[in-house]
């Protein structure tokens, strides 16, 4: 099968309009222990998209290790894909409209952590949701990061966090929420269980981060949570450039207290692309493990042969990763509890707008 191209989109600047304008108290964000900061790991996937490319030349081999994931077909018709071409609107039309042109060769599908206690179970609610684009065109992979706690209208539920589709319909729906959200046409997907993470870390031999004393501090505060409940874990004693474990670096990643939310997902992209950088590195015979080890954990409804085709792709062409997320400043984003749950709630037209822009024009607001 193909991968499929987007098509062009016509952005309705009425959506949203009656929850965007309640006036409800703002509340503080609820922290919870079970909800950790595990954003940058999940983009591990794209690290092992590109290396499976590096088996180019043996393909039987590849094909046997990219059937560690579980495949899940999706029926297209039921995935709220907008299709609609731009129309011309009128200075009397009441709604106007505006035109957002899809960039050439640009490929979309969607990516998710699923937050669940078995290693081998991807149901339940997806605590990481990311757009992965693909711009053959400018030779990147730009990863949109959209907010768990985003209030959004999920189908058959009305409007709750965006989170909760993928636990009540699993990818189907969690796809039709992206889409009819973010006027987007993703037909693809790969869930990946947060299993093993730290393992995966560990096989590549480690990541080396830049760390200060206020983050050693709080990591080290995490570790000794990771002692307490069976996970060994020593203690960070450096700062400056430090070679962290597979569960220090998840204990530095998940520091919310250092620096305000672009500081926490700075730390994260440092990990990343640290684990990125040096999976790059690793000798040949070193990958099909580390392919076996994501791949066991996650399921897809991309082919061996569209998997394939991306990593060939980004290796051949030494794509580059940039990365975005929602909200932002741009979105007049606020928090509010909603029906007893707490709530990213804003602008999801202004977003749909950057993030169409990022994806097929490469620009982002100042």
């Not at 794209?46 to 899940?72: D, P, T, W």
């Not at 939310?261 to 070193?286: C, F, H, S």
Request: net charge negative; with cysteine.
């Amino acid at each position: 099968m193909a991968l499929r191209q987007q098509p062009m989109y016509t952005r309705n600047n009425s959506r949203h309009e009656d929850f965007l304008s309640m006036d409800r108290p703002r509340s503080k964000r609820r922290r919870s222990k079970r909800r950790r900061t595990r954003r940058m790991f999940i983009t591990l996937f794209c690290v092992i998209i590109i290396l499976s490319g590096l088996f180019s030349g043996g393909l039987i081999y590849v094909k046997s290790l990219l059937g560690q994931a579980e495949r899940v077909d999706l029926n297209t018709d039921d995935l709220g894909i907008v299709t609609t071409p731009p129309t011309t609107v009128s200075e009397n039309d009441d709604v106007q409209q505006e035109e957002v042109p899809a960039g050439p060769e640009v490929i979309n599908f969607a990516l998710y952590g699923v937050d669940t206690r078995s290693t081998t179970d991807t149901t339940g609610n997806s605590d990481v949701i990311m757009i992965v684009s693909v711009d053959k065109t400018n030779n990147k992979i730009r990863l949109i990061s959209i907010a768990r706690d985003t209030y959004v209208a999920v189908e058959g539920y009305g409007s709750t966090k965006i989170n909760h589709a993928f636990s009540y319909g699993g990818p189907t729906l969690a796809i039709k929420t992206l889409n009819q959200n973010f006027q987007m046409d993703i037909q693809d997907f790969v869930a990946v269980n947060f299993a093993q993470v730290a393992e995966i870390i560990d096989y590549v031999g480690g990541v080396t981060v830049n760390v200060d004393s206020d983050e050693r501090r709080v990591a080290n505060q995490y570790i000794a949570e990771l002692n307490r409940i069976g996970i060994p874990c020593s203690e960070i004693t450096q700062t400056g450039d430090v070679l962290l474990s597979g569960p220090q670096a998840v204990a530095y990643s998940r520091d919310r207290y250092n620096g305000n939310d672009g500081a926490r997902t700075g730390r994260q992209r440092e990990v990343l692309m640290a684990l990125y950088e040096t999976a790059k590195k690793q000798p040949v015979t070193r990958y099909p493990g580390l392919v076996k080890l994501v791949l066991a954990q996650c399921s897809t409804s991309l082919t061996d042969s569209e998997m394939l085709e991306l990593g060939i792709w980004a290796v051949t062409n030494n794509a580059t990763i940039e990365q975005y997320s929602f909200p932002d400043g741009n979105v007049n984003s606020r928090g509010e509890t909603i029906n007893g749950m707490w709530c990213y709630v804003y602008d999801l037209d202004k977003a749909t707008e950057i993030l169409h822009r990022f994806i097929y024009e490469d620009t982002l607001p100042e």
